[in-house]
Nanobody, 122 residues
Framework: QAQLVESGGGLVQAGGSLRLSCTASGRTFSFLTMGWVRQAPGKEREFVAALSRHRDAPEYADSVKGRFTISRDNAKNTVYLQMNSLKPEDTAVYLC???????????????WGQGTQVTVSS
């Protein structure tokens, strides 16, 4: 079994920054791609960013391009999401995700963490 554990969420004012971390354990050899999705109350799960183990060009949702940066430390089985210039509409539960294929949609992932809450106040 695989396990993904997130950390780093919290409350921040608009324009602020947060850094999320996610560490994988277990069957990590199947995690070609690690990334992040988010889900706001009453909304569908939304793809945020993804990065392959080989560090090909990262994928980002249009809504976060230029503000969020995904990075990965393969030796630590950890993926990070640096979030700058946060907006109230970024408020959501952010879930770490991983899978054996390249990902550009939330449905491309096969493994999920429990999520960490990010709240951006106006």
């Amino acid at each position: 079994q695989a396990q993904l554990v997130e950390s780093g969420g919290g409350l921040v004012q608009a324009g602020g920054s947060l850094r999320l971390s996610c560490t994988a354990s277990g069957r990590t050899f199947s995690f070609l791609t690690m990334g992040w999705v988010r889900q706001a109350p009453g909304k569908e799960r939304e793809f945020v960013a993804a990065l392959s183990r080989h560090r090909d060009a990262p994928e980002y949702a249009d809504s976060v391009k230029g503000r969020f940066t995904i990075s990965r430390d393969n030796a630590k089985n950890t993926v990070y999401l640096q979030m700058n210039s946060l907006k109230p509409e970024d408020t959501a539960v952010y879930l770490c995700a991983a899978g054996p294929f390249l990902a550009t949609r939330s449905s491309d992932f096969g493994y999920w963490g429990q999520g960490t809450q990010v709240t951006v106040s106006s």
